[in-house]
């Protein structure tokens, strides 16, 4: 079993950054691939980044891309979100997730576990 905790959410504005970071615990990760999703009010969850288990390949969502960027440090089981130039639409709750195959990283679906989210709101 795999627990995820996020933190680093608030309230900021337009323009502003963040960065968001998700401790794991439980069985190691450092073999899975991880990734960040979000889900605003009344929408559907939706990719906003993954990153493989060594770092080297990561995939972005385009509405994000340029923007955010995913990182993680598999000595401290800590994945990061690093998000830049927030927009107002960028307001959501942001949820990590672990998957053991990089396969459907994309799609909530593929993921395997999954954390409770923190609040990101970014006013205009």
């Known amino acids: 079993q795999v627990q995820l905790v996020e933190s680093g959410g608030g309230l900021v504005q337009a323009g502003g950054s963040l960065r968001l970071s998700c401790a794991a615990s439980?069985?190691?990760?450092?073999?899975?691939?991880m990734g960040w999703f979000r889900q605003a009010p009344g929408k559907e969850r939706e990719f906003v980044a993954a990153i493989n288990w060594s770092g080297a390949s990561t995939y972005y969502a385009d509405s994000v891309k340029g923007r955010f960027t995913i990182s993680r440090d598999n000595a401290k089981n800590t994945l990061y979100l690093q998000m830049n130039s927030l927009k107002p639409d960028d307001t959501a709750v942001y949820y990590c997730?672990?998957?053991?195959?990089?396969?459907?990283?994309?799609?909530?679906?593929?993921?395997?576990?999954w954390g409770k989210g923190t609040l990101v709101t970014v006013s205009s």
């Open positions: 439980g069985r190691t990760t450092s073999r899975y691939a």
């Open positions: 997730a672990a998957a053991t195959s990089m396969v459907r990283v994309r799609t909530p679906g593929g993921m395997d576990y």
